[in-house]
């Protein structure tokens, strides 16, 4: 069932909410105009995620390429947003929807920066390409037994399409011969240690924070909500000791909690029970 | 006057074959060296241009006002200038060994403060110590220490550091300039 975040439900309309609710309930009950549903749901994710981009722009709206001309330096940033903070991060759809939204950013960025330029058009069209044929599987899956998989193959083609427009930037970036930033991870004088984080079962919630600030809130008995962070797949900079909770699924045993540390650069994978 | 001091400026940067040149030569290029060997107070490369610039105005300054200085009034002060270097190059050695940490490899050198924050005071204790602290903050020494107190360890490091290296450089100079004014003296019959 589609979920949408009680605290961020006031930007998003009645309309869009039944529209919504009307796509899902037709792949519930495996109707066929198979087209029509996935042009539907393409159409209101992008609404959706144009929303959130012009409501925020210092998080999910934040800008995502820009050229600085003095300092001969192109800044880009691809980093995924967390995926349970338009949809319930348990939502099928939260996958697209989060890529809609990165490709929404750099799209309205790349559109005002280098408007005349065409090295970004195709990959990022090949990135809504592959959003699409995600929504398109999903939106006409009978049954749970195959979703995962469906998933698995939906976040691992879209990171594909992503890649290449990241290289298409580089490619840019190296012919003008400008300086390559990709946005720094807002963070302390220490840049970190790169490390891949892989989260089994993928759309498992992983919440972390600093080990200083975790035991900041046990001391002063302050609540932990507002403290966590989303753990993100992929590459993320990392350094020292952190404490995480990992929301399972309640058949893998529930939540876990735990405390890991980063000296060097590697790999991390947070699965039910046991990390390693 | 001041077109003959420059003149020996110059003869001094242009020469390679005197020790003394070659020397002073060389203390501008040690603080850009520091760049690459990352010892500099940070942020490195800020520390070791300004302190190359200072390096050279302070060269300056000894050719232009103390040239015609006399021989034992600049004797005194290139044994003042030399005492300074070795007292401010043991102060910053001690500062930089109590408050300057590296996270790891890689990774730049983090200044400390004096100062523990309240808040992180509060869940110090034996077994939790501030390096741990700051080890379970990322390394980000402002969420363990108060601004103030990272602010002037980073002042005092960083003043050191220059005055140090000044003081080397106004002790060579002065040595050059002595050297030059002997090399003119008529040989003794």
Same mark, same amino acid.
Do not use: D, H, Q, Y
């Given at each position: 069932m589609l979920m949408v975040n009680f605290s961020r439900s006031? %930007?998003?309309?009645w309309a869009f909410s039944l529209a919504t609710i009307f796509c899902l309930m037709c792949r519930a009950n495996g109707q066929s105009s198979p087209g029509a549903n996935t042009e539907e749901t393409m159409s209101l994710l992008r609404k959706l995620a144009d929303e959130e981009i012009v409501s925020d722009d %210092?998080? =999910?709206?934040?800008?995502?390429f820009a050229i600085d001309s003095k300092a001969n330096s192109v800044l880009y940033d691809m980093t995924p947003v967390p995926l349970g903070l338009v949809f319930s991060d348990s939502d099928p759809l939260s996958i697209p929807m989060e890529a809609m939204i990165r490709t929404e950013a750099l799209k309205r960025d790349l559109q005002k920066s280098v408007?005349? #330029?065409?090295?970004?058009i195709i990959p990022l069209a090949n990135v809504q390409g592959s959003i699409k044929k995600c929504v398109d599987s999903l939106v006409h899956l009978k049954g749970n037994s195959a979703l995962q998989k469906k998933e698995a193959d939906c976040s691992a083609d879209i990171a594909e399409q992503i890649d290449h427009l990241d290289l298409s930037i580089q490619t840019f970036a190296k012919d003008r011969k400008s300086t390559l930033i990709q %946005?720094?991870? #807002?963070?302390?004088?220490a840049v970190g240690y790169k490390v891949r984080v892989s989260i089994e079962p993928p759309r498992a919630r992983v919440k972390f924070m600093t080990l200083l600030e975790y035991k900041k809130c046990i001391n002063s008995h302050t609540p932990l909500t507002d403290q966590w962070n989303d753990m993100v797949e992929g590459d993320v900079k990392l350094i020292g000791r952190y404490h995480y909770l990992a929301e399972w699924p309640? #058949? =893998?045993?529930g939540p876990e909690e735990g405390n890991f540390e980063i000296r060097e650069p590697g790999a991390i994978t947070f699965r039910p029970n046991a990390r390693h | 006057m001041a077109v003959s001091q420059l003149r020996e400026f110059g003869e001094v940067l242009a020469d390679f074959r005197q020790l003394s040149s070659v020397m002073l030569k060389g203390v501008f290029i040690v603080p850009m060296a520091t760049i690459w060997?990352?010892?500099?107070?940070?942020?490195v490369s800020v520390t070791s241009v300004s302190t190359s610039t200072l390096e050279l105005l302070a060269a300056i300054w000894v050719f232009q006002f103390w040239y015609k200085t006399s021989e034992p009034l600049l004797e005194r002060r290139m044994k003042i200038a030399i005492l300074s270097f070795a007292l401010g190059l043991i102060c910053f050695l001690f500062l930089n060994q109590s408050f300057v940490v590296s996270p790891g490899s890689g990774q730049g050198r983090i200044i400390e403060g004096f100062n523990v924050r309240p808040d992180v005071a509060a869940v110090l204790n034996s077994n939790y110590r501030v390096e741990d602290a700051l080890r379970d903050s990322e390394y980000d020494p402002q969420k363990v220490w108060t601004e103030q107190s990272i602010a002037i360890v980073k002042n005092v490091l960083l003043s050191l550091w220059i005055f140090t290296f000044i003081c080397l450089t106004v002790s060579l100079t002065i040595f050059v300039v002595l050297q030059k004014r002997r090399s003119f003296l008529p040989a003794e019959a």
């Open positions: 006031r %930007r998003i309309s %210092r998080f =999910l709206g934040k800008t995502r408007p005349t #330029e065409n090295f970004w %946005r720094p991870v #807002e963070r302390g004088p309640t #058949e =893998l045993n | 060997l990352n010892v500099a107070p940070p942020p």
